[in-house]
């Protein structure tokens, strides 16, 4: 009789083990399906992403070729390493957190262009609200050049944008040059922080 009772109880006990181990293989299986499909909604999330950034560069592109006044919208470009302004530009406008993985900034000869505008945070990897690694910050491996530009009259730069450009900062032979905004008066912007200055030709008024 207790024999018999033993083996009936050990059957059951074996038999609710092996349940139990079905019961977790299922449930790893559906994380593992609900990690799966998280996974692809993310690629597809950044598919789009890219798809819609790939779009307004071939609409920036389209402008930035017919010479008309170029405005670039927030958050745009930065997947982009390199970029070359067309020639027959005459202004040249640039939202906020823009071109953040561009490393160098050279416009050089653009004949027609009078105005130059960015916004805040563009061409940086270093954001006003990151934790400042100054390691980071002083990447002299990104330059900024503006160069035989006789139309040129103002430059206007926001706040902590080339914040981490610290090769170099050259203005030179843009004989029309009157302003150069650099960030915000009287508050720490911090535009080219470690970079070195080298402004050439006629003075313009720097603020």
Known sequence: MISRLKTNYNSLLSQAQEKDRTIQRLETDKRTIEESQ??????????????????????????????????????????????????????????????INLSTFHIDGLRKLESIRIGMNSFTRVKSDDHWDWKKVNDSSRSFR???????????????????????????????????????????????????FVVRGRHCRLF
């Open 38 to 99: 998280k996974l692809t909604e993310s690629k597809v999330l950044e598919r789009n992403a890219k798809i819609t950034e790939m779009e307004k560069a071939i609409e920036v592109l389209k402008i930035d070729a017919k010479g008309e006044p170029l405005v670039i919208d927030s958050g745009s470009f930065n997947s982009v390493t390199k970029y070359v302004f067309s020639k027959n530009i005459e202004t040249l406008e640039i939202a906020d957190d823009c071109f």
């Open 146 to 196: 503006i160069l035989n530009c006789p139309r040129l009259k103002s430059i206007v730069i926001g706040e902590f944008s080339f914040s981490d450009f610290a090769k170099d900062f050259e203005l030179s032979n843009l004989p029309e040059l009157e302003v150069l905004k650099l960030g915000v008066m009287n508050k720490d912007s911090s535009n080219f922080y470690f970079a070195s």
